[in-house]
Nanobody, 116 residues
Framework: QVQLMESGGGLVQPGGSLRLSCAAS????????MSWYRQAPGKERELVAT????????NYPDSVKGRFTISRDNAKPTVYLQMNSLKSEDTAVYYC?????????WGQGTQVTVPS
């Protein structure tokens, strides 16, 4: 089992920045990808960033490319999502996801609110 705990969400004004953290625990060896997703009210959950391990390859959708950056701290292990130039449409619950073999694990989510 892998446990994921997100933190760092909150209220931020348009144009501001936030850094989300996702701390992984349990059987973390063998995790080969970690991602951030978000889900806004009434919308489907969408992928916003992926990091493959150990290559470090990252991928982002056009909606956040150039504004969001996913990174990791190998020593902890923790994954971060740095979000800059935030917009009202970035308002959502942000979830961390880890893929280990054929199993995927989710965190409980953290709310990010950017008022219009």
């Amino acid at each position: 089992q892998v446990q994921l705990m997100e933190s760092g969400g909150g209220l931020v004004q348009p144009g501001g920045s936030l850094r989300l953290s996702c701390a992984a625990s349990g059987f973390t060896s063998g995790i080969y990808a970690m991602s951030w997703y978000r889900q806004a009210p009434g919308k489907e959950r969408e992928l916003v960033a992926t990091l493959t391990i150990p290559s470090g390859y990252t991928n982002y959708p056009d909606s956040v490319k150039g504004r969001f950056t996913i990174s990791r701290d190998n020593a902890k292990p923790t994954v971060y999502l740095q979000m800059n130039s935030l917009k009202s449409e970035d308002t959502a619950v942000y979830y961390c996801h880890a893929q280990r073999g054929s199993l995927g694990y989710w965190g409980q989510g953290t709310q990010v609110t950017v008022p219009s």
